[in-house]
């Protein structure tokens, strides 16, 4: 079935072309607006460029010729430089028929596009996750979702932030204060007990520079000669010389910690395919400056420190690699960019997700992947987003008043909990199923919580208004596909008898609504895909589910007396209830089958 869209399209263009021989290429098409009478409508003022003359005669001449020539308008009517049309029931009728038996509607053919990598997570490994890095999981995750249902082919990876100083903090500090201390030995998660020597070690290091600065030593003296701080230091340096004791410490400690995340991420319900670390790559990179240093894309200063000159593109000269050789972080960012197309070859493309206060950064990165000719380069995109906050401020975890991700979807699974028993919604099931119910609530009002609001929004998270089964929140889709299951079972209980001797020739007002947007699915899909946006999907299904909950609200459907219309209606919702469940698996959000 051909787009309508498309159709009136077509059809403007030969309207303008027959009434005023002229080519018109970009034809404007949107909603009608709610206050006026139409289903779609052609924006007449870009065409006041070429066709000289009054935009509501212009409208007239142009609805009459559609009217006249395209079977699916039925009527128009010109709101100053606005031209409403009116589409006919059996349009919409005919459209639903022609989707009944589509199991995937909305979605492009698989693998049918260019291939993405998108990188998020990506944790330092010496504390557990916090609701940062939810927001970046959920986004990662959704993106990529969104991005296999507009027919892509994606893998999902990150990159383990595995080495550097801030490990040798949590690994000294367990050697001083651990006392043989494990996960299995405490009960703790491992990300959590490697996390609370982390927040040790700075309590340590603060208390050691209280002690020298009342020894007379100034602040800046103080840190930098804590005892504490120096032994980390040269932890460190033992590392990098790979030291059989301090790697054998290091390999034990991370591992602790990737068993605790994969509990994390289970919980979350995100996965990878792949996975970068940073010891790995954090040597890579190198070469491909040698080799941009031959091609003239970097320059050498006297002290042998090796730039890439930025400023003709208004970004400034930044630093590759170091006078002694050594890389810094960009070096290593370019390095696991070229190594992941090694790894993957058919990547066409790469999403990043990370936070916004690296905004900069990625400007850079992705200016010199381009200049140093990598075609994948074209493709880069940063999903850049803002901070979460709680209701009570900002998050830390070196003092360890962070939230740690795990709590948080525990408190959503509590919260859901007290809800649904104030609710009373919970009838006839057993415990296990109870619990089940709870986590796919808390889950799902935390996911679309934070997925609802433009990436690169800050948000303000509030637990209890996100479970609010009234309003733009999970729970409130969740429980209207409930509601649809439950008219479906039912339908089929009552084994209603179908009738073929009558036809539906006109629709209800609110069912008109309904299938409008149901028809606006797979656009949206493309679009959220286009612009990395889960927003653009929730708030969708949030306007789909708004639309169901009028029609259910004015329209009798199992009781409707015409079995036509009755078979229809019941056809429609388990339409919607299949939109609603694609969208919310985009989402990453479960739907239950009753509630």
Aim: glycine content about 8%.
């Amino acid at each position: 079935m051909q787009n309508l869209q498309e159709i009136l399209k077509q059809h403007t263009q030969k309207a303008v072309e027959h009434l005023f021989g002229i080519q018109f290429e970009n034809v404007e098409l949107q909603q009608t607006k709610k206050e006026f009478e139409g289903d779609i409508t052609i924006v007449i003022f870009p065409m006041l460029r070429q066709i000289k003359g009054n935009p509501e005669q212009i409208g007239q001449q142009i609805g009459a010729f559609l009217q006249e020539n395209v079977s699916e308008v039925s009527g128009f009517n010109v709101i100053k430089g606005f031209l409403n049309l009116v589409i006919s029931d059996s349009y919409y009728i005919d459209f639903l028929k022609s989707i009944e038996n589509e199991n995937n509607f909305g979605l492009a053919t698989p693998n049918s596009k260019k291939t993405i990598m998108v990188e998020y997570s990506s944790p330092n490994t010496n504390k557990p996750l916090h609701l940062g890095h939810i927001r970046n999981n959920l986004l990662g995750y959704s993106v990529a979702e969104i991005l296999k249902a507009a027919g892509h082919k994606v893998y999902k990876t990150q990159i383990i932030n595995d080495r550097g100083i801030h490990i040798c903090k949590s690994m000294i500090a367990w050697q001083r204060f651990g006392n043989g201390e494990t996960p299995e030995n405490s009960g703790l998660k491992g990300d959590k007990l490697v996390g609370n020597y982390y927040v040790a070690f700075d309590k340590a290091y603060k208390s050691e520079i209280e002690q020298l600065i009342s020894e007379g030593k100034t602040k800046e003296e103080a840190e930098k000669q804590a005892p504490i701080f120096l032994e980390a230091q040269e932890m460190l340096r033992k590392w990098e010389a790979g030291d059989e004791q301090v790697i054998s410490l290091w390999k034990e400690m991370n591992q602790w910690v990737y068993d605790g995340f994969s509990t994390t991420y289970k919980n979350l319900g995100v996965d990878f395919d792949s996975y970068y670390y940073e010891s790995d790559t954090y040597l890579l990179g190198k070469d491909i400056i040698e080799e941009g240093l031959r091609k003239g894309v970097f320059f050498k200063k006297e002290d042998g420190s090796v730039w890439c000159d930025l400023t003709a593109d208004g970004l400034d000269e930044k630093l590759v690699l170091r006078s002694d050789g050594t890389s810094v972080y960009i070096t290593q960012d370019i390095g696991t960019a070229t190594q992941r197309v090694k790894d993957f070859p058919d990547v066409k493309g790469m999403v990043y997700t990370v936070g916004n206060e690296q905004d900069y950064h990625f400007k850079v990165l992705f200016l010199i992947l381009k200049k140093l000719g990598f075609d994948w380069a074209e493709n880069l995109y940063h999903l850049s987003y803002g901070m979460v906050d709680l209701p009570s401020g900002k998050m830390k975890s070196r003092e360890g008043t962070v939230v740690d991700a795990d709590d948080l979807i525990a408190e959503m699974e509590q919260t859901a909990e007290e809800i649904s028993q104030e609710l009373g919604k919970l009838d006839g099931y057993d415990e296990n199923q109870k619990k089940e119910l709870y986590h796919t609530i808390g889950l799902g009002a935390l996911k679309y919580y934070i997925l609802k609001v433009d990436p690169k929004k800050r948000i303000l998270f509030d637990p209890k208004e996100s479970i609010d089964f009234q309003g733009n929140t999970g729970p409130f889709v969740q429980y209207t596909y409930a509601r649809i299951k439950s008219i479906l079972r039912k339908y089929n209980e009552i084994g209603v008898s179908k009738s073929n001797n009558e036809s539906i020739l006109e629709l209800h007002p609110k069912e008109k609504t309904l299938l409008k947007n149901m028809e606006l699915f797979p656009e949206v899909v493309q679009n959220a895909a286009d612009l990395y946006s889960p927003a653009v999907i929730a708030n969708y299904v949030y306007d789909l589910v708004k639309d169901f909950n009028s029609f259910y609200q004015n329209v009798s459907i199992l009781g409707e007396e015409n079995v036509a219309k009755r078979e229809f209606r019941v056809s429609l919702c388990k339409k919607i209830s299949e939109i609603i469940a694609s969208a919310f698996a985009m989402l990453g959000i479960q739907v239950p089958e009753r509630m």
